[in-house]
């Protein structure tokens, strides 16, 4: 095991551990597009399932959106080498951009029909937590937008009820920077697929700006993401302007 996974690993579990992620007898959906993020998540629940003080069982689903070059099968063959049963749900994108004329934000109809599928499969697998690749990078820059937004002090949770669901979604990478991740994938050789078709779209969109905005800070404040995570894991209610957490029914000199 190298240096870099074995990294990756005291992360992730100490995320398991602190949010209570996996626990004995989970029957654990993890969503696998393909990319560096998500193959290590699966590398890393894979390593956990043979040493973890629970036991869990653990399946993985791709979603093939039928763009042109797109394949899963490299995804299914990296899931059957590390003994876990791989789904492959398929939709024909182009066609439906077109039904429903959305072509100039794919993205949106990609992440509903994903998101719909994902729970569907989770409920007919009787799967009860669904395990997803978002890191630490992800987490701080989902709370600038929100933050920037005006959509309140928030962020992607670790452990959280799916909506509309009886899972959880859960990120076991949540403490985990994507620059270690992207590491682990290169040396250990990870299958990973290429980019997306509608990439220039994903490049141009709101959360690949806050993105740069997240690299611009860090490079006056090195520890950003870390700072951003132990912010959000030390909340200060009596010092926010939410009314509920305030107390304001001194009078004169607070009495």
Do not use: W
Not at 112 to 122: I, Q
Not at 209 to 214: Q, R
């Amino acid at each position: 095991m190298s240096n870099l996974f074995k990294k990756a690993c005291r992360l992730a579990g100490n995320a398991i551990v602190e949010y209570r992620m996996i626990e004995e007898g989970d029957r654990i959906l993890a969503g696998v597009s393909g990319g560096k993020d998500s193959m290590v998540l699966l590398r890393v629940l894979a390593y956990f399932r043979g040493v973890a003080p629970v036991r869990f069982e653990l399946e993985a689903v791709t979603f093939d959106p039928g763009f042109p070059g797109f394949s899963a099968d490299a995804t299914g063959e990296y899931c059957r080498a590390l003994s876990i049963p791989h789904h492959t749900i398929r939709f024909d994108m182009p066609a439906l951009l077109k039904e429903k004329e959305t072509e100039r934000n794919p993205c949106m109809l990609c992440s509903r029909l994903r998101r719909g599928n994902l729970y569907t499969l989770a409920k007919k697998l009787r799967c009860n937590k669904i395990a997803l690749g978002q890191h630490l990078d992800d987490i701080a820059v989902s709370f600038l937008m929100n933050l920037c937004r005006g959509a309140g002090l928030s962020t992607m949770g670790p452990n959280v009820p799916a909506e509309e669901h009886e899972a959880r979604i859960i990120r076991p990478l949540a403490f985990a920077p994507e620059s270690l991740l992207a590491g682990i994938a290169a040396e250990m050789e990870l299958p990973v697929r290429g980019e997306c078709l509608y990439k220039n779209e994903l490049e141009n969109g709101d959360r690949r700006y806050f993105k740069h905005i997240l690299d611009e800070i860090s490079e006056r404040i090195p520890d950003l993401r870390s700072n951003i995570l132990r912010s959000l894991s030390n909340v200060q209610e009596g010092f926010l302007l939410d009314r509920k957490f305030l107390d304001l029914k001194g009078g004169r000199n607070g009495k």
